[in-house]
């Protein structure tokens, strides 16, 4: 098993600052079941790394109650419209009531994850609160993971992802609408494992050619 210390060093060097905030356009738009909720392939966790954010490990061991293991073993969540209404009223409320400021300027330090509690805070501490808000709405932990990607800019950006049974669906601080995985035009890195929740899981596959090919142009 990897040391935590060993973990916080490797994310200090892979650097763990900042959030993105421009709004960018879908790539490939979600189909449509019966009754009209959208479906998308679900995500393929790669192996764990080592890199696991030092701003996540430090949030688990201020929060533990937050990072517990899924005692249900529920990884996904059935997709209705209830819990699709539950979705998008948890994204669109915590980005209206949350006003985006940088670490730095919040807390006086370059890298901080928390749960909001004073309506300021970055692209984690929303992903963060949402979490925490369809945990306490009953969600099985399991089945919601905060995840790493870049923009085409290649700045870095963190979003909550939900796996359901229509795929696995993204709530982010840049847009009110939840969209699928594949809708957002992000180079996917890391986010929690689904049966773990202090470990990460490697997503790079999941990146579009599309978006790798932009990246390598920047």
């Not at 929060?63 to 293991?69: F, I, L, R, S, Y």
């Not at 330090?109 to 963060?128: H, K, P, Q, S």
């Not at 992802?161 to 993204?170: E, P, Q, R």
């Amino acid at each position: 098993m990897r040391s935590w210390a060993r973990m916080a060093l490797c994310a200090l060097a892979l650097g763990v600052g900042g959030c993105a905030t421009d709004q960018e356009a879908a790539i490939t738009p979600a189909t449509v079941d019966a009754s009209g909720l959208p479906v998308v392939a679900p995500m393929q966790d790669g192996d764990q790394v080592a890199g696991v954010p030092a701003g996540f490990i430090a949030f688990c061991l201020r929060t533990p109650d937050q990072c517990a293991e899924p005692k249900d073993g529920l990884k996904t969540i059935a997709l209705t419209p209830l819990t699709w209404e539950l979705l998008q009223h948890v994204n669109q409320t915590e980005n209206e009531d949350i006003r985006q400021v940088d670490d730095e300027a919040h807390y006086g330090r370059a890298d901080y994850w928390t749960v909001v509690t004073d309506g300021y805070g970055d692209c984690e501490d929303i992903a963060l609160t949402k979490r925490k808000d369809l945990i306490d709405a009953g969600i099985p932990i399991g089945a919601l993971r905060i995840a790493v990607v870049r923009t085409p800019e290649l700045a870095r950006h963190a979003v909550l992802t939900v796996s359901t049974d229509h795929g696995d669906f993204v709530l982010d601080s840049r847009s009110g609408d939840v969209k699928g995985w594949s809708e957002v035009p992000y180079i996917w890195i890391e986010r929690q494992d689904a049966n773990q929740a202090w470990a990460w899981d490697d997503l790079s596959h999941d990146s579009s050619p599309v978006m790798l090919a932009l990246a390598q142009q920047q």
